[in-house]
């Protein structure tokens, strides 16, 4: 049987979890002040591109919480982990917002905002600054044999009122036009929650993947190796849970039953 007080690596993800929107869920600065005080680490982990560390470090501040760099762990970290093996010396144009161009081109990436022959990888994003230009110049390097990656395959970001597409969506309209699907670095892949596991020294075992949706945050701790829990407080609903194949090892309603696990 699962046992939270076993877990010392908490990777929650932020949105539908943690916050809706620039809403706090009531019970999220006690559950993460609790962690803290039973000497427990937990990071933040999402899918989410189109804000860098910096704008989330600053979100979380607007929202009552301190954060620091090394709280985080992100698509956008994955996915210059990715270039950095595979694609460094590359021409880079990104489909996404100007904090993830300008996080990629610190790193020293070679990052393109319009269409040039000389482009050598595409690579989106959740764009939330999305125009009808950056899709006309995807689409016509789409059709040239390069390398195309996507920081994240979720088809919505939640909202205070419902949802609006994300990067998944924006792919999949972009294959419709070109018939090219990109390689998806964010969550369900593994390579985050492996990273973080590598960077702070925890194993599968005493790892937790918390998220609200299955076919990304739960999955990306399976196909990890670790524990997972489920939270009903975003885009899961008890339906899909039972309609889907991936299944978690554990199903909160929110985040706050297990705030009150915690603290037995």
């Excluded at 908490?10 to 949105?15: A, I, N, Q, S």
């Excluded at 989330?56 to 992100?74: N, P, R, V």
């Excluded at 919505?156 to 924006?170: H, I, K, N, R």
Aim: net charge negative; proline share 5%.
């Amino acid at each position: 049987m699962f046992d939270l007080n076993k877990i010392r690596f908490f990777l929650f993800d932020m949105d539908g979890t943690l916050y809706l929107g620039d809403q706090l869920f009531p019970f999220t600065a006690e559950l993460l002040q609790t962690l803290h005080d039973q000497g427990k680490k937990y990071l933040f982990m999402t899918n989410n591109s189109s804000k860098s560390v910096a704008d989330y470090i600053k979100k979380w501040e607007k929202l009552g919480i301190q954060a620091s760099e090394d709280d985080f762990i992100t698509s956008s970290q994955a996915t210059a982990y990715y270039l950095k093996k595979h694609h460094a010396g590359d021409a880079i144009y990104v489909m996404g917002t100007r904090s993830l161009k300008e996080a990629l081109k610190q790193q020293g990436f070679d990052i393109r905002d319009t269409y040039a022959e000389d482009i050598t990888c595409a690579l989106i994003g959740f764009d939330t600054e999305l125009t009808f230009q950056k899709l006309t110049d995807m689409s016509r390097l789409l059709l040239r044999d390069i390398p195309y990656i996507a920081t994240n395959p979720d088809w919505v970001c939640p909202t205070e009122f419902g949802y609006v597409p994300d990067c998944g969506s924006m792919s999949e309209m972009l294959c419709h036009a070109t018939g090219k699907k990109p390689l998806f670095i964010g969550k369900p892949s593994p390579l985050m929650p492996r990273l973080a596991m590598d960077r702070w020294g925890y194993q599968p075992e005493e790892t937790l993947v918390i998220g609200d949706r299955i076919y990304t945050d739960i999955k990306s701790g399976v196909s990890a190796g670790t524990n997972t829990a489920l939270v009903l407080s975003g885009e899961t609903t008890p339906e899909i849970l039972a309609q889907s194949d991936t299944k978690p090892t554990v199903v909160y309603r929110d985040c706050g039953e297990m705030l009150t696990l915690l603290k037995k």
